[in-house]
T-cell receptor
Framework: NAGVTQTPKFQVLKTGQSMTLQCAQD?????MSWYRQDPGMGLRLIHY???????DQGEVPNGYNVSRSTTEDFPLRLLSAAPSQTSVYFC????????????FGPGTRLLVL | KNQVEQSPQSLIILEGKNCTLQ??????????LRWYKQDTGRGPVSLTI?????NTKSNGRYTATLDADTKQSSLHITASQLSDSASYIC????????FGAGTTVTVRA
């Protein structure tokens, strides 16, 4: 049982490039989400999904797209990278929202030059 | 303004000593409040969860308390160990999660 996995661990992009951050979980969780973590700030929700085929925007969705074609996978796409997207990105999953415990992946550190 | 404010931003303690971290919040009531531990380079891991009506919850050497009157939660670490060096994040759930910025704890031998 690997839990929540994320790839890559590190990535350097040039402004304007696009890329996809991968996230997968093997716990059969319905709820998955993407956060970014910046110095001195709390985790901020980018997008989330309550099940396969259903996604919704979080607090800071601009510049990011997601899809949820399977229960296991929840990729995050950066359409045209900007320096403001330099951050650490965490994917999380849980059985549901509310009282359910969220399990976080190890994170992807992204630097946009 | 963030609904969850944590203090101090960072602290250094000697191994074996106790410490207390603070979390002040503005939303009341709420569904639950969690404390997470985040080791360097890793994702957060849940330590404790308290509902609005609970006052205290323990997980080994970690004890979280909740004071609804002052809108404060504390996380007390007893007999600190080097492995306690991490960031500790307070998270409020009022059907939307609000994350504090965290307190970085460094335990020195």
């Amino acid at each position: 049982n690997a839990g929540v996995t994320q790839t890559p661990k590190f990535q350097v992009l040039k402004t304007g490039q696009s890329m996809t951050l991968q996230c997968a979980q093997d716990m059969n969780h319905e709820y998955m989400s993407w956060y970014r973590q910046d110095p001195g700030m709390g985790l901020r929700l980018i997008h989330y999904s309550v099940g396969a085929g259903i996604t919704d925007q979080g607090e800071v969705p601009n510049g990011y797209n997601v899809s949820r074609s399977t229960t296991e996978d929840f990729p995050l796409r950066l359409l045209s990278a900007a320096p403001s997207q330099t951050s650490v990105y965490f994917c999380a999953s849980s059985r549901g929202q509310g009282q359910e415990t969220q399990y976080f992946g190890p994170g992807t550190r992204l630097l946009v030059l | 303004k963030n609904q969850v404010e944590q203090s101090p931003q960072s602290l250094i303690i000697l191994e074996g000593k106790n410490c207390t971290l603070q979390c002040n919040y503005t939303v009341s009531p709420f569904s639950n409040l969690r404390w997470y531990k985040q080791d360097t380079g890793r994702g957060p891991v849940s330590l404790t969860i308290m509902t609005f009506s609970e006052n205290t919850k323990s997980n080994g050497r970690y004890t979280a308390t909740l004071d609804a009157d002052t809108k404060q939660s504390s996380l007390h670490i007893t007999a600190s160990q080097l492995s306690d060096s991490a960031s500790y994040i307070c998270v409020l759930n009022d059907y939307k999660l609000s994350f504090g910025a965290g307190t970085t704890v460094t335990v020195r031998a």
